[in-house]
């Protein structure tokens, strides 16, 4: 069944701008550990499942035949178009669709991408599956999003803490849950990097909670106690999440992992 | 503009996975099977199921049908 997700839509729409210009996005590891993984060819079609700023989209389309850049939201779409058109990209085109229903026929992409968004998505299984519907044999799917620890305590403040800071969030998985879901979705050569134990960020020094609460227009009670729940961390949660206080901020880890698998 | 060539031949009904028409002044996409119009908004296709139209089939294969209304 397909979802429509009202409340991603509304959410991301107005934060386009937002997320074009995020530092952790357009600089962030896992968009240079993507390309890397991929290895993109000039014949490739390439989609990009809720492109969001349009990142990874504009960071492939120079080095391959078509590159389709997918999301939910109107707006992110719209402005991923425009930014290609200003960046003097012919080869981009755009569709709105939620992960879970993408509207293309089986086997006409070469590579599936998707940065740091299954975490907000109704059902990973489901998107899973339509990526490797749409992939060739062969094809490679090359995905990164935010880590869930194994410790239960740890996950369960990760979770907390993504909730707080966006409504839409919906959930995290570990490295071995990953390798789970794209096995059921019929993929293989799975290969998984990053996550909690590894503490792949996007940037150096973590993340400033204040920054990342205005990039998410975070409602500001949902910010402070954001803030108390990282400063207020026993020791060995603060360790594990690289908690530092700064002042009226605090810097903390949001793990990430990579995730590459062959159609 | 235009919508693209290299889109639009793959595209299809995100619902059923089938062939989809594209109407020919660009103004949506039409699944017979589904009977569903998907609008092109500002050449992006919205494939949105909850935002489809009833398609009434009338002039299909024309180019000349109109979404039933709303």
């Known amino acids: 069944m397909c979802h429509m997700t009202r409340d991603t839509v509304r959410q991301f729409g107005p934060l386009a701008r937002d997320y074009a210009l995020s530092e952790s996005h357009a600089r962030g590891r896992t968009l240079a550990m993507l390309a890397l993984r991929v290895q993109p060819r000039a014949t490739d079609a390439v989609l990009d499942v809720a492109t969001g700023g349009g990142h990874t989209a504009l960071a492939f389309a120079p080095a391959v035949r078509l590159v389709v850049a997918h999301d939910v939201s109107r707006s992110m779409v719209q402005q991923t178009l425009g930014r290609a058109r200003d960046a003097g990209l012919s080869n981009l085109r755009g569709v709105v669709s939620p992960a879970e229903c993408i509207p293309f026929a089986a086997e006409c992409f070469d590579v599936v991408t998707c940065r740091t968004a299954a975490h907000h998505f109704d059902d990973l299984g489901a998107a899973l599956r339509e990526a490797r519907r749409v992939l060739r044999s062969g094809g490679r799917l090359a995905w990164t999003d935010l880590a869930a620890a194994t410790d239960p305590e740890l996950r369960a403040l990760q979770h907390r803490l993504e909730v707080l800071h966006d409504a839409t969030h919906r959930g995290t998985w570990t490295p071995a849950e990953w390798r789970d879901a794209l096995e059921g979705a019929g993929f293989r050569e799975i290969a998984i990097e990053g996550g909690v134990d590894e503490r792949l960020t996007e940037l150096p020094g973590g993340t400033s909670a204040a920054e990342w609460c205005e990039r998410s227009r975070t409602p500001p009670e949902a910010q402070a106690e954001i803030l108390r729940l990282l400063r207020e961390a026993r020791q060995t949660t603060r360790e594990a999440l690289g908690v530092r206080d700064e002042g009226d901020d605090v810097r903390f880890c949001l793990y990430k992992l990579v995730a590459t698998a062959r159609a | ?70």
């Open chain 2, 1 to 70: 503009m235009a919508l693209s060539q290299d889109l639009i031949d793959i595209l299809a009904c995100p619902k059923c996975k089938g062939t989809i028409r594209l109407e020919k002044d660009q103004s949506g996409f039409v699944c017979e099977t589904c009977k569903l119009f998907y609008p092109v908004v500002d050449d992006i296709p919205n494939f949105l199921i909850e935002e489809a139209r009833p398609w009434s089939g009338a002039g299909s294969g024309t180019g000349t049908g109109e979404p039933a209304p709303a």
